[in-house]
């Protein structure tokens, strides 16, 4: 199994920045990717970026390109999203999620950390 830990978020201003990390544990070997979503109130959980863990290579949903970044770090099993240039319209519970070999979905998910973005 891999456990997932966030951490990083909070209650920031319009146009301020901040970065999630997220910290995996366990069975990481299996891991081929990994990701970000969040969840705003009353709305379906999203997707915003995903990494691969060996290759590095990323993925971003159309909408937060330029803003959002995603990266990892081998030696630290951890994963982060920075987000700049935040917007009320990113408040959410975002959460980390890893999908392992073999697997179509994304298998492990941690337990989200909020983010509120005010303006």
């Known amino acids: 199994q891999v456990q997932l830990v966030e951490s990083g978020g909070g209650l920031v201003q319009a146009g301020d920045s901040l970065r999630l990390s997220c910290a995996a544990s366990g069975r990481t070997l299996s891991t081929e990717t990994m990701g970000w979503f969040r969840q705003a109130p009353g709305k379906e959980r999203e997707f915003v970026a995903s990494?691969?863990?060996?290759?590095?290579?990323?993925y971003y949903v159309d909408s937060l390109k330029g803003r959002f970044t995603i990266s990892r770090d081998h030696a630290k099993n951890t994963v982060y999203l920075q987000m700049n240039s935040l917007k009320p319209e990113d408040t959410a519970v975002y959460y980390c999620a890893a999908r392992t070999f073999g697997k179509s979905i994304y298998d492990y998910w941690g337990q989200g950390t909020q983010v509120t973005v005010s303006s």
């Open positions: 990494i691969s863990w060996r290759l590095g290579s990323t």
